[in-house]
């Protein structure tokens, strides 16, 4: 049986509308419905919380679903968060945007400039694309993206004060 199915059945078991599951799991009710109608899998956070709240195994809830078990295995890649893709995407192209600025012999006080204003920009793409009570689920790929950008400008003027204060 497929886990759109078991949730279903567990979800009018427990009297629940799909609006009322989706508030609990603080997702959208369209993702309750997609799920049951086989659309698209939970991920594993909302597998474990929809066994959570109905009180059954995951065993339970996705044995039988080769599909949704498919989804879990272990493929070997590298899977970072969001916070994670920020941090370390930021890190990584701040220092090649400022090797790259250096090359074409930007002045300091340009590239300084510049940061400043594309990570004021990106600080306001990061806070305009938050959903603040779920903050770790609530980074979109658009936030993700301008927190990128910020760590990248943040890095810049960091390295820069540095490579200002060893060559000044």
């Given at each position: 049986?497929?886990?759109g199915?078991?949730?279903?059945?567990?979800?009018?078991?427990?009297?629940?509308?799909?609006?009322?599951?989706?508030?609990?799991l603080?997702?959208?009710?369209?993702?309750?419905?997609?799920?049951?109608?086989?659309?698209?899998?939970?991920?594993?956070?909302?597998?474990?919380?929809?066994?959570?709240l109905?009180?059954?195994?995951?065993?339970?809830?996705?044995?039988?679903?080769?599909?949704?078990?498919?989804?879990?295995?272990?493929?070997?890649?590298?899977?970072l968060?969001?916070?994670?893709?920020?941090?370390?995407?930021?890190?990584?192209?701040?220092?090649?945007?400022?090797i790259?600025?250096?090359?074409?012999?930007?002045?300091?006080?340009?590239?300084?400039?510049?940061?400043?204003?594309?990570?004021?920009?990106?600080?306001?793409?990061?806070?305009m694309?938050?959903?603040?009570?779920?903050?770790?689920?609530?980074?979109?790929k658009?936030?993700?993206?301008?927190?990128?950008i910020?760590?990248?400008?943040?890095?810049?003027?960091?390295?820069?004060?540095?490579?200002?204060?060893?060559?000044?």
């Open positions: 049986m497929k886990i199915l078991k949730l279903q059945q567990q979800r009018i078991l427990h009297n629940m509308s799909q609006n009322d599951l989706a508030e609990k603080h997702i959208s009710r369209q993702s309750i419905s997609k799920w049951e109608n086989g659309g698209s899998l939970p991920s594993f956070s909302n597998v474990v919380a929809i066994s959570d109905f009180e059954i195994s995951l065993d339970e809830l996705i044995r039988g679903d080769e599909e949704l078990m498919d989804k879990f295995k272990d493929d070997g890649k590298i899977r968060t969001h916070v994670e893709t920020i941090i370390f995407g930021g890190i990584g192209l701040g220092i090649v945007l400022l790259i600025l250096k090359l074409f012999k930007i002045p300091n006080d340009i590239i300084e400039a510049g940061v400043l204003f594309v990570a004021f920009a990106g600080e306001l793409g990061i806070l694309n938050l959903e603040w009570r779920y903050v770790n689920r609530s980074l979109t658009k936030a993700v993206f301008f927190g990128v910020v760590m990248a400008m943040t890095v810049i003027n960091l390295l820069l004060s540095m490579w200002i204060g060893f060559t000044g």
